[in-house]
């Protein structure tokens, strides 16, 4: 969205430039509508039924008050770029076989050689061991001040801690904290002044109890490592649900976020090696005011089951998805590779450092922004995504810096044909971009169909439309297909293996510009 803003602000400034000197003007004021949308069932040929819940969007930009579609103008500037190229797969820098220590997951503990705190007042943990907490403290905190070699395991047993005066739970030195939640337990830590939790060394929350965390600043915010094995945890904050400097790694668990910032924010400015996020595993219910998932480093997600609603949903110089049910709801973008800082001095060039790489799994997205926008390479060699993307032709279901290219998996993407883009050359899986008549409704149908009648992809719109992007395994260069679009069904030809509509002037190939094509309202 960064990038876009700015081109289509010296588009803006050209556009003004030309009316000065023809002795023209032209005001025009539109207001957009959005609606709420309804669950709607997506299936592909590679996958079983997908059940997706879309989110109220936000108003959109250059949409009539009828709620139709915009016509874009004939001959409009396109977004050109140069030629695209082949695809360099970015490392995340993330070892996946060494992300979980087998402490990590072990909560087994005997009692009797544990150490038991029963909350009456204030308290400070200064060696290493295993202690049980239980009872309540209406004002006060647990400390943790230990030595910087010493392991240390904290065993919530029913407990309640909060504080107006700093953390709940105040790690200050120990070299590791292990925070078990104890099977069959429920906790509570808060703080009207600070986070739930503060730590100042690397932390591990694991067990198959249920914590609640309540801050006034981000729930849990951890100075080193943040891992997460199991347990059910509830955050409510007023800043990040979980910040980490290091890492953020979560594994197992069920985690339940309502944030006013991100709902996942991992960032370290002075080690480039660090700074990302891991899912494995999990079930991730996250609902931020910004970011569903940011990071200064990648984010790269192999299992697990995530929901996010959010401003925009996963986010980080490197977006990776090689596993997991993703469900993204996102008023801005879906997933968006970018970085504050661009190694490229051209704000219309695409910066080869940022990578959105999507590899398996299920991802759908509905975004009111750009559905997948990479600043820089986007690359899909497998998995099965389907975006719903915006209703203005100001953003795009598919949005690259540099270049795109598939090799593998299954894509459905819709939006307007404004500025929609397709896959590059250097794909080895074939791709169709058409572009219907006239702007189709929300909830009709959309099927690509061999000659045979063999159906590669469908799915049920949630939101009008009048671009389609359908790659599948199943499509070849030399065959033709059919493509069914709401109330329109076109024949089409597969004389290459990257099939843009002739005349629509969306950006395909090599050719990032071109014209924008023009619609009839219906």
């Known amino acids: 969205m960064k990038r876009r803003t700015i081109i289509i602000a010296i588009m803006l ?14 005001e025009q004021t539109e207001t957009a509508t959005s609606a709420s949308t ?3 069932t997506v299936t592909s040929a590679s996958t079983t039924a997908e059940t997706v819940t879309s989110a109220s969007t936000r108003p959109e930009m250059g949409n009539p008050p009828d709620g139709t579609m915009g016509t874009p103008p004939s001959g409009g500037m396109g977004m050109g770029m140069g030629t695209q190229s082949d695809i360099t797969v970015l490392d995340t820098g993330i070892d996946t076989t060494d992300q979980f220590s087998k402490r990590d997951s072990n909560t087994e503990y005997t009692e009797s050689e544990c150490t038991v705190i029963d909350l009456t007042k204030s308290s400070t943990i200064t060696s290493e061991g295993t202690y049980i907490i239980r009872g309540s403290l209406s004002e006060g905190q647990l400390t943790v001040s230990a030595p910087d070699t010493a392991k240390v395991q904290i065993i919530l047993d029913g407990c309640s801690i909060s504080s107006s005066s700093g953390p709940a739970l105040n790690i200050l030195t120990a070299d590791k904290v292990f925070l078990t939640l104890a099977s069959g337990s429920s906790s509570s830590l808060s703080s009207s002044a600070d986070a739930a939790i503060l730590a100042e060394c690397d932390l591990t929350i694991n067990g198959e109890g249920a914590l609640s965390l309540k801050s006034a600043a981000s729930a849990v915010d951890a100075k080193d490592d943040l891992a997460i094995t199991g347990g059910t945890l509830s955050i409510v904050s007023t800043e990040h649900g979980l910040e980490a400097n290091d890492s953020i790694r979560i594994l197992d668990g069920t985690i339940t976020i309502d944030s006013e910032k991100d709902g996942l924010h991992c960032s370290n400015d002075e080690d480039t090696t660090k700074g990302y996020i891991y899912i494995a595993g999990g079930t991730l219910n996250i609902k931020a005011a910004s970011d569903g998932m940011d990071s200064s480093k990648a984010v790269l997600v192999t299992g697990g089951t995530i929901s996010i609603e959010c401003e925009e949903g996963l986010e980080g110089p490197i977006v990776a998805v090689e596993g997991g049910e993703i469900t993204i709801n996102s008023t801005d973008d ?14 219309m060039a695409g910066d080869s450092t940022l990578q959105i790489r999507i590899s398996g799994g299920n991802l759908v997205v509905n975004a009111s922004g750009d559905g997948l926008d990479s600043n820089g390479s986007l690359l899909v060699t497998g998995g099965t995504t389907i975006v719903y ?3 203005n032709d100001g953003n795009s279901a598919l949005d690259f810096g540099t270049s795109a290219k598939i090799t593998g998996g299954t894509v459905i993407a819709i939006g307007t044909s404004g500025m929609a883009q397709n896959f590059g050359t250097y794909s080895t899986q074939g791709a169709i971009l058409a572009a219907s008549a006239s702007s189709q409704k929300a909830g009709s149908a959309i099927t690509l169909t061999s000659s045979d009648g063999t159906v590669l992809a469908q799915t049920t719109a949630l939101k009008q439309y009048n671009s389609v992007l359908v790659s599948s395994p199943g499509i070849t260069e030399g065959a033709t297909y059919t493509l069914a679009m709401g109330t329109e069904t076109q024949s089409i030809e597969m004389t290459s293996l990257i099939y ?12 990032r510009g071109g014209q924008r ?5 219906n």
């Open 500 to 511: 843009s509509a002739s005349g629509s002037g969306m950006r395909s190939m090599g050719d």
């Open 13 to 26: 400034l050209a556009a003004s430039a030309f009316c000065l000197w023809a002795g023209g003007t032209k």
């Open 38 to 40: 309804s669950a709607e």
């Open 334 to 347: 879906g997933l968006n590779a970018s970085s504050g800082s661009s190694t490229s001095s051209d704000p």
């Open 389 to 391: 993307g915006p209703t």
């Open 517 to 521: 094509m023009t619609l009839p309202q």
